[in-house]
């Protein structure tokens, strides 16, 4: 066993790449707490199936009396498994989203429910006298958003999620707070690099500068760096109780000020930075300075809520079913209504976006290509070395998923 007590060196790649650990990460990710969207948008409603849970469904009833004082509806979230074949019911493409219906209906045998309380309503068809319901799923609301619940029932540390939610929000005060935003894009991903390896480059601050020089850095100042759980943790790593790490960073002053010539043109060589500068004038002029550069909050083990100047993400990211060197990602992109009504707005975010990510993706993918080979030599010791303070919440992160794994029947 890893003595994590003592060392701030990587696991040995066994921890993540051994078949034991991969045989049970369907069971880690079947207890594992989801992202699931908005839980509210008045006046009109919606109805989401979301592309990375499609077990389920979000029904909000149009609100017709919206009003300062008036409070809209919270999303109720139901099974979307038929009770009759357990066929899905709703099916949807993109971002999950689909106009609302009180009624939904099975094409399968023609089973129709109530969208928002899952009552069947044809049991005559089915012959059925009694009354069957669509089960609820239980939820956390967190600032505007909504997430399917879970506990780590059996660990020797309890999860809760409401309690991980509100250490974020202790942490960061009102940033994530989802009032001003609107939801401006979806994307599903397959990528480069295992799941696991994925949120532990999320958690890295030191390869920000030099892996990011001409895209994040652009805009992150890491030589301000607020953690948690941070230092405090590393001495501490078998003591239970905390599975969130948030990290906060400045902003570059020169944001916005560089040449944003080129940020729409995919063949500049410079069009990631242009893009990064193009944001920061476009933010600048109509905010001015932002609080901080970034916030970025992973809760264990998958969930990565992002804060940018005028962006909130919330991603999410899921093994490859079949292959341990790639990754399943989703993000919901938010804006700041105001800054969407600029036409370059949600463009250039995305151009931003998506160059960091290419750099992060080769990164990783590679990382992953190599602890794998070594997992298949039978290397069983630790690889690399931690930085004590840029990579000061990867050690939080081992330990949870060691522990984790542990509880899970796992013996490395």
């Not at 357990?86 to 089973?111: V, Y």
């Not at 948030?246 to 995919?266: L, R």
């Not at 002029?285 to 998958?302: D, M, Q, Y």
Request: charged share 20%; with cysteine; aromatic share 12%.
């Amino acid at each position: 066993m890893l003595d994590t007590t003592t060392s701030l060196e990587r696991p040995s790649p066994q921890w993540i790449f051994a078949p034991e650990v991969r045989a049970q990460e369907t069971r880690l990710f079947d207890r594992s707490p989801l992202y699931l969207g908005p839980a509210w948008h008045r006046p009109e409603g919606f109805l989401r199936v979301p592309p990375w849970a499609h077990d389920l469904y979000l029904a909000c009833v149009p609100d017709k009396t919206p009003t300062q004082q008036h409070s809209p509806t919270q999303a109720q979230v139901r099974s979307n498994v038929c009770l009759h074949w357990q066929a899905d019911i709703l099916q949807a493409s993109g971002d999950g989203f689909l106009s609302f219906n009180p009624s939904i209906l099975c094409k399968s045998h023609n089973a129709v429910y109530s969208a928002e309380s899952g009552k069947l309503l044809n049991p005559h068809l089915f012959k059925q006298s009694c009354t069957h319901v669509l089960p609820p799923v239980p939820t956390v609301e967190w600032q505007g958003f909504l997430f399917k619940d879970a506990t780590w029932e059996g660990l020797s540390s309890h999860f809760s999620l409401r309690q991980e939610l509100a250490r974020v929000e202790a942490e960061t005060g009102s940033l994530f707070r989802a009032e001003g935003y609107r939801l401006m894009k979806t994307i599903e991903m397959e990528q480069a690099g295992n799941w696991a390896l994925f949120v532990l480059n999320y958690l890295d601050l030191m390869h920000v500068d030099p892996a990011h020089s001409e895209t994040l850095a652009q805009l992150c100042d890491c030589s301000y760096v607020q953690s948690y759980p941070g230092l405090n943790f590393s001495s501490e790593l078998q003591v239970p109780g905390r599975w969130t790490a948030v990290q906060q960073v400045d902003w570059k002053k020169s944001w916005g000020e560089g040449s944003s010539e080129g940020w729409n043109d995919p063949d500049h060589p410079r069009r990631g930075k242009a893009a990064f500068h193009q944001w920061g004038k476009i933010y600048r002029e109509a905010k001015g300075n932002p609080p901080l550069g970034s916030v970025w909050a992973t809760i264990f083990p998958h969930l990565m809520l992002e804060w940018y100047p005028g962006v909130i993400v919330m991603s999410q990211v899921f093994p490859h079913p079949s292959d341990p060197t790639r990754c399943k990602v989703y993000h919901d992109f938010y804006g700041e209504q105001d800054l969407l009504e600029h036409p370059d707005f949600l463009a250039v975010q995305q151009v931003a976006f998506h160059a960091t990510g290419d750099e992060d993706e080769s990164m990783v993918g590679s990382m992953s290509r190599n602890l794998m080979r070594f997992a298949r030599r039978g290397l069983n010791t630790p690889t690399g070395f931690v930085h004590p303070q840029l990579e000061d919440c990867s050690p939080f992160y081992y330990a949870r998923l060691i522990e984790v794994l542990s509880e899970l029947g796992v013996t490395l």
